[in-house]
């Protein structure tokens, strides 16, 4: 053979090994987010292809592998956040390419770790990056709901639903509530023609919801995911029940009600380094302003969400007695709402309601992954995405140790921090 041709065979199989080296990932912590107990000493192989190759304490691990070792560390599941947005409203229009603008609002939740985000309400742009950016580039992965439908027949809401389906979407999403009395309630012979469209195109339908009554008739209706609490009256035996017969799930968005009201005064996270580690200089501007406060002090609708909240707290913790599941949501990505910071406030916030720190992050991983019926993540499992956290500290002992994370990876890759 030609010498110039060996060479060159030589170097494709250089590069093709370097290519198809595994990484190894020693000596760490494990809690793989299916519900069993943290394995010490533990290791993680991820193959090329960016999933778990091989995971556990006996693990060998290949010949070529770069071998990281996490000494001390712990490693869980990426977070999945089961309501969150990637659209345009957080900033000014106009400020940025839109494209851009959710580019860099999937970097910020994967800095996180927020590593799966179902955005349920946004434009059609999102689908575009979903198929062929995230997950990539140290962005979250995302799925789209498309914009909520609210229509006024049942021509109209099947109509709307079957254009929304036709632009690729992963669910649908569909809006029940008249905010407190000031805005259009559709009407729910309507409401049953998303349904059933939906569910004719295989889709399942997550709900913006508020009161307890009509939470109810959505589970009749065959709602998958409550993507809000209920916040006007305790959770009854009636509702727990027509959960658990319609294998409901609830994502609680404690976050959101916050969000209402917190901005009266100054809040104390905007001290908070971890708020300041990934910088939002124009919105944390924005929610400092004299106007935005002054709007909230005197919001009648503030004070009525701080009630609500009330509710919601007791409800979340009424329902995970019940031992229904809940995927873990915070409706981050609007105005005021932080994208990946108010992640870790609403884990926080689960286990100041009564959930231990063990439930709050089932309900942020394989709790959530099955909510949205994602079975390639949620839980470290070889074949699954190699999307998962480090921290420092265990957050299994102390919630708040969510904010020690050392780094994050989405499909082995790890995610960068600018
Ligand atoms: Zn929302």
């Known amino acids: 053979m030609n010498k110039k041709i060996v060479l060159l065979l030589l170097v494709i199989s250089s590069f093709i090994s370097a290519a198809q080296a595994e990484t ?22 991820v193959g090329n292809d960016g999933r778990i190759s091989a995971i556990g304490q006996n693990v060998s691990i290949p010949q070529n592998a770069e071998v990281i070792s996490l000494a001390g ?38 800095r996180y770790g927020v590593t799966t985000v179902n955005s349920l309400g946004d434009t059609s742009e999102l689908i575009e990056i979903r198929d062929n950016e995230a997950g990539t580039e140290g962005m979250a992965r995302v799925l789209a709901s498309g914009p909520r439908v609210v229509a006024r027949t049942t021509e109209l809401a099947a109509e709307d639903t079957q254009m929304i389906i036709a632009t690729g979407v992963d669910s649908i999403k569909i809006g029940i509530d008249d905010a407190l009395g000031m805005e259009y309630k559709m009407p729910w012979d309507a409401a049953q023609a998303v349904h059933d469209t939906a569910e004719a195109n295989g889709l399942s339908v997550a709900a913006h919801m508020f009161y307890l009554e009509d939470t109810k008739r959505l589970l009749e209706m065959g709602t998958h995911i409550l993507a809000h609490s209920v916040r006007d009256e305790t959770a009854d035996g009636k509702f727990l029940n027509l959960m658990r017969s319609r294998n409901a799930c609830y994502s609680p968005t404690l ?42 002090a005197n919001s009648r ?14 409800n979340v913790k009424i329902i995970s007695d019940a031992n229904l599941p809940i995927a873990l949501g915070t409706d981050s990505g609007i ?53 998962f956290i480090v921290f420092d500290e265990n957050p299994l002992e102390d919630i708040q140790a969510t904010r020690s994370i050392e780094s994050v990876y989405i499909a082995g890759e790890k995610v960068s921090e600018n």
């Not at 190894?24 to 192989?45: H, K, Q, R, Y």
């Not at 969400?305 to 919601?312: G, P």
């Open 73 to 110: 560390k712990y490693i869980l599941p990426g977070f999945i956040n089961a309501h969150g947005h990637i659209n345009s409203f957080w900033d000014e229009p106009g400020d940025e390419d839109i494209y851009d603008y959710m580019r860099s609002s999937l970097k910020r939740y994967a």
């Open 301 to 314: 609708s503030a004070a009525l969400y701080k009630i609500a909240l009330e509710q919601a707290i007791k």
């Open 335 to 387: 105005q005021a709402r932080f994208p990946g910071y108010f992640e870790h406030m609403e884990l926080w916030m689960m286990v100041d309601a009564g959930l231990t720190p063990s439930d709050a992050l089932l309900s942020a991983t394989s709790v959530a992954a099955n909510c949205l019926d994602l079975d390639d993540r949620g839980s470290l499992v070889a074949g699954r995405w190699a999307d």
């Open 24 to 45: 190894a990932f020693t000596d760490a912590m494990i809690w793989d987010g299916s519900g069993a107990p943290l394995v010490e000493n533990a290791t993680i192989v």
């Open 255 to 296: 976050m959101r009600e916050v969000s209402t009201f917190i901005y009266a005064e100054e809040p104390a996270f905007l001290e908070d380094e971890f708020f300041q580690r990934y910088p939002h200089p124009g919105q944390t501007q924005r929610v400092l302003g004299e106007d935005f406060i002054n709007r909230m």
